[in-house]
Structure formats: C-alpha cells, structure tokens
C-alpha cells in the first residue's frame, strides 16, 4: 500500500520508526516532511498528505504532531479524507471499522513509539464495516 506520511516538528520524533515500520511490512511511504525537528506550521505538510489520499495517489496518510488534533483538522478539511485521531489500539480499530478511516492523526507528546506502531498496525489491518456504517459515511460526505 501507498501511505502518505507527515509531520512537523513535534511528531518528528515518531516519523522514522513509523516510516521504518511501513516499510518493513512491504508499504510503500511517501514522505510529504517535515525533515527536522526545528519549529514550523504543520499544515504546510498535513494538507499536501491528504490531499494524496484525496487524488487517489495514496491509498492512506499517517499525519503526526504533538497532540495530534491540529493535524487530523487539517486533514479532516480536505474532502474525501477521513481522519480519525487515535491515542489507542481501540481508536485506530473504530476509526477503520465504523469511520472507514483513510487517515489517522498520532500526537508524538501523548503516545509511545511502542504504542504509535500498535496503532498503526491496528488500523491498517483493521477492515472497514460497512453496513450500518456506510450509510453513515455517504451522509458525511454528502450532508442531508
């Protein structure tokens, strides 16, 4: 699979284990930056990422920050992305499976690289619902 990924500064730390653990499950990863740790506005990096999901030319983004809501905002603007903000196996498995998340946003300052790559997998592995869920889906993109 294509996977976006993205940080700023403060989910810097996160980005090469997470792009070293896609790579070694056989995912491609598409870098969209930051490339260091030094201070600079996250949607300069978010946008772009969502924006590969949205044209298709990634199959799921992986955005990354300190808490992590700023980036999944950002995500969540761009239509046809849907980013779930997950801190937890149990969010990033209901992101995919109820939300049929395309995207996950993960705060560096409030989860373990141990737990971020648990989140990773979960989602990933994690098949969307459908059902019930679709038609809730269709509602987000369409609004009644």
């Known amino acids: 699979m294509r996977i976006a ?11 090469g284990p997470i792009a070293a653990h896609l790579r070694l499950r056989g995912h491609e990863v598409v870098d969209f930056g930051t490339d260091t740790p030094d201070p600079c506005d996250y949607p300069r990096f978010m946008r ?34 849907r980013c779930a903000y997950c801190f937890s196996v149990e969010t990033a498995t209901l992101g995919r499976a109820h939300n049929d998340a395309n995207a996950i946003a993960l705060g560096a300052r409030l989860v373990s690289t141990e737990l ?25 993109d369409h609004p009644v």
Do not use: Y
């Open 5 to 15: 990924l993205a940080t700023d500064h403060a989910g810097f730390p996160l980005k």
């Open 48 to 81: 772009p990422a969502a924006e590969a999901v949205a044209a298709g030319t990634c199959a799921r983004a992986i955005v990354l920050g300190g808490s992590g809501n700023g980036e999944a905002i950002v995500a969540n603007r761009v239509a046809g992305v």
């Open 116 to 140: 971020a790559l648990a989140i990773v997998d979960a989602w990933l592995e994690t098949p969307f619902e459908g059902g019930r869920h679709q038609r809730r889906i269709e509602m987000i």
